[in-house]
């Protein structure tokens, strides 16, 4: 769930010796079991969330198996089949937005760092996550101008505390059309599908090209019928409202499908839009399911290391030097407090009160791209306003966040639930608070869960294992009650840049340090 809040102050780091001091942290990291994270752990843990978050029919092979079938006539009453899906959080709705959001991130972990994943032996893991979004999307798209953007409603949801298998709420389905149209909810779900065609090219082509077809149909739809989907559909303007519009999400999609098929027209798209489109004219310091900007700010700097993209460097520079500002806000290394990132006494970015764990992970998946990307190109260093920073630096700061979560704060609390000796048990979720339906298959009413299980001092009696929960507020502190859902809530796309993360870096504290960077 959703809303928007305020903004806090870092730490800064010394330039010395950065790459004696990055290798003598992965030496300690290896060699010493209390100081090291365990990140091909963290890697699986990630994934079998998503199997936490499923809806429909479960396949034989799931692992989280205090989870059952659920909501298995999903679309029925609209004379669709909208079986499927990913619950966007602790809660049984069915948000498009969120969800093609967390297939996005889980497509480029894959697209980014799929080799490291693939060493890790979760490779089948993470397109099994993926694939079970895509599948539900083609499902949605049930012709060229038509997407299903929901299922169920946040208010007659949240008046019950129900276990998924059952649900007595509205599963009233929702859809943007040509007369109500939805171009952030079309362009992201369009991304989505471009990003998973280029996950599964390889081992499954008719998928990826099916993928790829309805990428394509999505992106010409939103593009043609322009409007914001919350203004269709006004049940999700509390849960997921589209505070930045469309236009980022349009160039969104434009830049994936410009990966997925290396057609011109896409690229034209991204440089003749990006002044009117905001491209490379906002600056932003979060990157998220809403705001987009970033995202496509740093997958467009790739494409300047590529010389057939020569003739676009002007405007590719000016994307590039939006995508270095949001990564120097991160190091709080823009000039003036209003043009960093905010931070926790500790050094956690710190956005807003309300789920900030997601502005951590993206965050630390922007800055571990870029600081591959500048690995690899000729300029080393990436230069912000309070000085320049080396690709050693911007790892570093990945590294510094993404150990935050895994324990290393001053709560010594592991925010990803079943990671680590301590971690979240009240997590806010309806399943993992009340008594498998495995277990036990008597109903459970809508108010008897409140009555029962919501109210309760004990731990949940289900991990949700891999799930990254909101997180501590700005100083730090982490109060682990069900009600505190600002902090105890956790969302697929909180947990979704992790994969990349954590693949990269249990990589990294295996390799050959000196070969690495």
């Not at 079309?186 to 790829?212: D, W």
């Not at 600056?283 to 970033?294: C, L, N, P, Q």
């Amino acid at each position: 769930m959703e809303k928007k809040m305020k903004k806090k102050k870092p730490l800064s780091i010394s330039h010395h010796h950065y790459y004696f001091l990055l290798s003598l942290f992965f030496s300690i990291l290896t060699s010493t079991s209390t100081a090291s994270h365990n990140y091909a752990d963290a890697l699986s843990k990630s994934l079998i969330y998503f199997e936490a978050q499923r809806s429909g029919r479960l396949p034989y092979n799931q692992r989280l198996t205090w989870r059952d079938n659920s909501a298995l006539t999903d679309g029925i009453d609209q004379g669709v089949d909208l079986v499927g899906g990913y619950y966007d959080a602790g809660d049984h709705v069915k948000f498009g937005l969120p969800m093609a959001f967390t297939v996005t991130m889980l497509s480029w972990s894959v697209i980014e760092y799929g080799e490291y994943i693939a060493g890790a032996g979760e490779l089948q893991h993470a397109m099994e996550a993926i694939k079970w979004g895509t599948d539900y999307f083609i499902k949605a798209h049930t012709s060229p101008n038509v997407l299903w953007a929901e299922v169920g409603d946040g208010y007659t949801d949240h008046y019950c505390w129900q276990r998924p298998e059952d649900m007595t709420t509205s599963r009233q389905a929702y859809k943007i059309d040509e007369k109500n149209p939805g171009s952030d909810l079309a362009g992201e779900t369009a991304a989505a599908m471009a990003a998973a065609s280029i996950v599964f090219r390889k081992t499954n082509p008719h998928y990826s090209h099916l993928l790829l077809h309805h990428a394509q149909q999505l992106f010409e739809f939103g593009d043609k019928f322009r409007g914001k989907y919350d203004a269709s559909i006004g049940v999700v303007k509390n849960y997921y409202t589209s505070v930045s519009g469309y236009k980022d999400e349009l160039l969104w999609a434009a830049i994936w499908l410009y990966k997925a098929t290396d057609n011109h027209h896409y690229l034209s798209y991204v440089i003749d839009n990006a002044h009117l489109f905001g491209g490379v004219g906002w600056s932003i310091t979060e990157f998220s399911w809403d705001v987009k900007y970033a995202g496509i700010q740093v997958l467009v700097s790739k494409l300047l290391t590529e010389e057939k993209h020569a003739k676009h460097k002007r405007i590719l520079d000016q994307y590039q030097s939006k995508a270095e500002y949001y990564i120097c806000s991160c190091l709080n290394k823009n000039n003036g407090t209003k043009n960093n990132a905010g931070f926790t006494p500790s050094g956690l970015i710190y956005i807003r009160q309300w789920n900030n764990m997601q502005y951590v992970s993206s965050g630390s998946f922007l800055t571990m791209v870029y600081s591959d990307l500048l690995h690899k190109s000729n300029h080393k260093k990436l230069k912000c306003h309070g000085g320049d920073v080396t690709p050693q630096e911007l790892l570093q700061f990945s590294i510094s966040q993404v150990d935050y979560i895994l324990g290393s704060n001053p709560m010594n609390m592991s925010y990803l639930v079943g990671f680590g000796p301590r971690f979240p048990t009240r997590v806010h979720h309806r399943g993992a608070s009340i008594v498998s339906y495995r277990e036990n298959k008597g109903f459970i009413g809508c108010t008897q869960g409140y009555d029962t299980w919501y109210g309760s001092k004990d731990p949940n009696p289900n991990i949700v294992v891999g799930a990254l929960v909101g997180g501590p507020n700005h100083n730090d502190e982490f109060f682990d009650h069900r009600g505190n859902y600002m902090q105890t809530e956790a969302c697929t796309y909180n947990t979704a840049p992790l994969v990349g993360i954590f693949a990269r870096l249990n990589y990294l504290q295996n390799a050959d340090l000196h070969t690495s960077y």
